[in-house]
């Protein structure tokens, strides 16, 4: 990797062509800030950190030498670790309702609004997210090769769901479908996926890493957007379950499932699954099971102001899900069972911005620290147990300490005083870098 970018480097200066960011980055220096290193709750007052190409070199209280190095001051702001959001779709969040569920669109469109939306995401201070479902790999290539602005992307591609289940968007008019039956628009393209029987979810999982999948997922439970699962059925049997799980395992990765209700949750930890998306219905035992097995939560801090469904079923099982909201995060907090941020944000673009206000929204149920840390370090370990599928290997994400990635944040502030902060990027986040880059300085 390292030759590749010096070999591009060195064609790039011989044609008397502009490298590009990714080729060749200086030596900056950020000096007078106040550090929350991603783990402890005391900032290192008065620190300088120097930055060597995507990485953090040095961090000190005392004098570090800048020459030859970019100097920013910080005057006292605090820095913090690029934001990590473990749910959000790339190619469904800055995309309609009406391309993707009512067909009024393509992948061209889908691609164009995912690739500018990935620099607002970025620009919101999210440099990394895990995507649990769409096809962001064309945009994911662009970002790590430095052409196009935008968040590091752990993706799922294609999540995959039984007939009727939570993946499955094909109308009634089209039942019965034959199990040979030509895939749809959207499984060609690697947006969903609808598989059914132990050979067909071994055979698609396979498909899906193979696509370069980090990580698999499935849905164990009924959702919101789609219409053919109410939210109390169980999807997929427990031999399709483990049989996707065996083949993630055999790839040295994790499967996380969609589900919400208990006995979803019970089921896909007891065979295997390691992250609950959403799990709004767990119960005090369950989410102590979940303690037991090292599984993850990741719920989403949602209110029924968020979001607007023209469907009427998508708007009453969405109801169900805010009610249940404030119950779970108290117990899942009492618990210690392992809490991840996401935020599943999709299909209207005007909403994407609440990103940000679902992180600050953490703060009803715990302190500001406790939020900062799970959207950062402990976002990361969730991250890892994609294992040497993980693509970004230099050094940690999440934490701000020598050796780990320059992703980092200033923050016109204290967020650890007042989480309210980390709501209004726009406006208090005064620089943003990302793989040792700045995106946004205002300094």
Same mark, same amino acid.
């Given at each position: 990797m390292r030759l590749k970018f010096w070999i591009g480097a060195v064609v790039a200066c011989c044609l008397g062509v502009q490298a590009s960011a990714q080729d060749a980055k200086p030596k900056i220096l950020i000096k007078n800030v106040h550090i929350f290193d991603g783990v402890n709750e005391a900032r290192i007052e008065n620190a300088s950190v120097l930055i060597e190409g995507n990485l953090i070199a040095s961090i000190s209280t005392d004098e570090i030498d800048g020459a030859e190095a970019t100097i920013i001051n910080g005057e006292g702001r605090t820095m913090i670790p690029g934001l990590i959001d473990v749910h959000w779709h790339t190619t469904y969040a800055y995309t309609p309702a009406t391309v993707l569920i009512f067909n009024q669109g393509d992948m061209s469109e889908v691609a164009i609004r995912s690739m500018t939306g990935a620099k607002e995401t970025l620009m919101r201070g999210f440099t990394t997210v895990r995507d649990p479902g769409g096809n962001?790999?064309?945009? @994911? @290539?662009?970002i790590d090769s430095g052409d196009y602005p935008g968040?590091?992307?752990l993706p799922s591609g294609p999540f995959m769901s039984q007939t009727s289940g939570h993946a499955d968007f094909h109308s009634l008019l089209e039942n019965p479908r034959s199990s040979n039956a030509e895939l749809s628009y959207w499984e060609r393209n690697m947006m969903a996926m609808v598989s059914d029987g132990v050979p067909e979810v071994r055979k698609r999982t396979r498909e899906i890493l193979k696509y370069g999948a980090t990580q698999v997922k499935i849905t164990t439970g009924g959702?919101?957007?789609?219409?053919?699962?109410?939210?109390?059925?169980?999807?997929?049997?427990?031999?399709e379950i483990r049989a996707v799980v065996e083949e993630a395992t055999n790839f040295n990765t994790y499967v996380l499932a969609h589900v919400m209700t208990d006995e979803g949750i019970r089921t896909s930890v007891e065979n295997g699954v390691m992250s609950i998306e959403h799990?709004?219905?767990a119960s005090r035992e369950t989410l102590e099971l979940m303690k037991e097995k090292g599984a993850w939560l990741s719920p989403q801090a949602m209110f029924e102001q968020d979001m607007v469904w023209d469907s009427p079923v998508s708007a009453a099982k969405y109801k169900q899900v805010t009610d249940a909201v404030d119950q779970l995060y108290p117990m899942a907090v009492e618990v210690g069972v392992n809490l991840a941020f996401g935020t599943d944000q999709l299909l209207d673009p005007t909403k994407a911005f609440q990103q940000s206000i679902l992180l600050a929204r953490l703060g009803k149920w715990m302190t500001p620290y406790q939020a900062l840390k799970i959207a950062t370090s402990e976002n990361a370990k969730l991250l890892e147990l994609s294992g040497p599928r993980h693509p970004y290997q230099d050094g940690p994400l999440g934490v701000i300490k020598e050796g780990a990635y320059a992703d980092l944040i200033l923050v016109d502030g204290n967020p650890l005083e007042d989480l309210e902060l980390v709501a209004n990027p726009g406006e208090t986040f005064d620089l943003i870098m990302k793989d040792g880059v700045v995106y946004k300085n205002e300094l």
């Open positions: 962001p790999f064309a945009i @994911k @290539k662009l968040h590091r992307i959702g919101v957007s789609s219409q053919f699962d109410p939210l109390d059925v169980s999807e997929y049997s427990v031999d799990g709004f219905f």
